[in-house]
C-alpha cells in the first residue's frame, strides 16, 4: 500500500469469528431449522438479534442499492448506531466486504487497532449487534442490492456515531 498503514487481512466470515460483532444470517447446516408449508419449504429459524426497541424504536426494513467500491480501498471512518442492531442480508449472488471494530460502550471512539474485515460470501448476511463500529457497506464487482433491518425511530433520535480514521484509515484489497 502506499499509506503508512498495512492493509487489512481479508478473513473469511463464520458465526464463530463473527459472534462478538453480532451474527452471521445463513441458511448454514448447523442453523436451526425445520420443515414448514407441507414440505415445500424448509424454515430457517431465529437468526439474528434484531434490537431495536431501546428509546421507543421499531423494526424496519429497507432496500440499500449499493454501487461496487474499487480495491484497493482506503477506509475513512467507522460509524455505529449506539441504539440498534443493524442487518444486511444481500439480495444478489455476489460476495462483499464487511469492516467492524468492537463495540466501545463507555467511550466516543472505536478501538482502530481492533478493526477486522471480513469477506462475505453469497447467501450469508450480517447483522450487527447495536453499538458495533463498522464501514458502511462495502459492496464489490457490480450494482448490488440489500435488505436491511434496522432500527426506526423519532426523527431526533441520535442512532449514527461517525469516527474519521484521519492518519490510521485503513486499506483493504
Ligand atoms: N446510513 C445508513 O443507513 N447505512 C449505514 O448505517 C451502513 O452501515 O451502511
Ligand atoms: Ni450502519
Redesign the pocket.
Known amino acids: 500500500m502506499t499509506d503508512t498503514n498495512p492493509a487489512l487481512v481479508i478473513e473469511p466470515l463464520t458465526a464463530e469469528s463473527f459472534r462478538s460483532f453480532g451474527d452471521v444470517i445463513e441458511a448454514s447446516h448447523d442453523a436451526r431449522h425445520f420443515t414448514i408449508n407441507e414440505g415445500f419449504a424448509e424454515r430457517y429459524h431465529d437468526l439474528a438479534q434484531v434490537d431495536v426497541a431501546t428509546g421507543g424504536g421499531r423494526a424496519i426494513v429497507s432496500i ?1 442499492k449499493a454501487k461496487p467500491r474499487t480495491l484497493p480501498m482506503r477506509l475513512l471512518l467507522l ?1 455505529r ?1 449506539p441504539l440498534g442492531s ?1 442487518a444486511f442480508v444481500p439480495m444478489s449472488q455476489r460476495a462483499y466486504l464487511v469492516v467492524v471494530a468492537p463495540a466501545t460502550p463507555h467511550a466516543a471512539t472505536p478501538d482502530v487497532g481492533a478493526m477486522r474485515c471480513f469477506r462475505a460470501e453469497p447467501g450469508q448476511g450480517v447483522n450487527y449487534a447495536s453499538g458495533t463500529w ?1 464501514h ?2 462495502i459492496a464489490l464487482d457490480a450494482p448490488s442490492d440489500f435488505l ?1 433491518v ?1 432500527r426506526g425511530g423519532a426523527p431526533g433520535d441520535h442512532n ?1 456515531d461517525e469516527y474519521p480514521l484521519g492518519p490510521r484509515a485503513a486499506w483493504i484489497g
Open positions: 440499500f460509524e448506531h443493524q463498522h458502511p457497506l436491511v434496522d449514527c
